[in-house]
T-cell receptor, first 114, second 115 residues
Framework: NAGVTQTPKFQVLKTGQSMTLQCAQDMNHEYMSWYRQDPGMGLRLIHYSVGAGITDQGEVPNGYNVSRSTTEDFPLRLLSAAPSQTSVYFC?????????????FGPGTRLTVL | TQLLEQSPQFLSIQEGENLTVYCNSSSVFSSLQWYRQEPGEGPVLLVTVVTGGEVKKLKRLTFQFGDARKDSSLHITAAQPGDTGLYLCAGAPIGSWNAGNMLTFGGGTRLMVKP
């Protein structure tokens, strides 16, 4: 199993550009989440999904859109990038979504917005 | 919004020393997880504690969940260079059936163990 994969690894955008961060998992996990990591602030939840077709907002959803058309994929879209979105983005998945379940994280996408 | 505060933020010690990392909140969590993150990689789960007062050991690492389930600590005995990394605590909210989907993370403790 490849686990959780994310592409691209690195990306530089100009303010106002749009892009999609890809996340895929091959573990048949229903539960997936997107986090952003900024220095000294740990990870903050952007959006999450409890299954195909079902998504909801996390702590910092503004400026980001998600959709979940398949169990495997959970892309994160930036519609109009802003410098404040410069961060490292992590996708995570889990089997049951319960408080004791293991979250599997991808390797991250480092995004710089100029 | 639930907050988790970790201390210290940075820790640089010599091989063989002991250390403790703290994770504190004013909120109650249904569980508390500890992760370790290497540069350029995603966090990897070390342990989950669920019951107030629970203590779990993972080789030289000891994890404790506070009695009120608001705080936790990670103690490393005889630290080794291989323990170097970013340690993150994460709390799952109470009252949500998909709490593991909605973790609140602490700011992290960056540990460096020098040989």
């Amino acid at each position: 199993n490849a686990g959780v994969t994310q592409t691209p690894k690195f990306q530089v955008l100009k303010t106002g550009q749009s892009m999609t961060l890809q996340c895929a998992q091959d573990m048949n996990h229903e539960y997936m989440s997107w986090y952003r990591q900024d220095p000294g602030m740990g990870l903050r939840l952007i959006h999450y999904s409890v299954g195909a077709g079902i998504t909801d907002q996390g702590e910092v959803p503004n400026g980001y859109n998600v959709s979940r058309s398949t169990t495997e994929d959970f892309p994160l879209r930036l519609l109009s990038a802003a410098p404040s979105q410069t961060s490292v983005y992590f996708c995570a998945s889990s089997y049951s979504g319960t408080s004791t379940d293991t979250q599997y994280f991808g390797p991250g996408t480092r995004l710089t917005v100029l | 919004t639930q907050l988790l505060e970790q201390s210290p933020q940075f820790l640089s010690i010599q091989e063989g020393e002991n250390l403790t990392v703290y994770c504190n909140s004013s909120s109650v969590f249904s569980s508390l997880q500890w992760y370790r993150q290497e540069p350029g990689e995603g966090p990897v789960l070390l342990v989950t504690v669920v019951t107030g007062g629970e203590v779990k050991k993972l080789k030289r690492l000891t994890f404790q969940f506070g009695d009120a389930r608001k705080d936790s600590s990670l103690h490393i005995t005889a630290a080794q260079p291989g323990d170097t990394g970013l340690y993150l605590c994460a709390g799952a909210p109470i009252g949500s059936w998909n709490a593991g989907n909605m973790l609140t993370f602490g700011g992290g403790t960056r540990l460096m163990v020098k040989p």
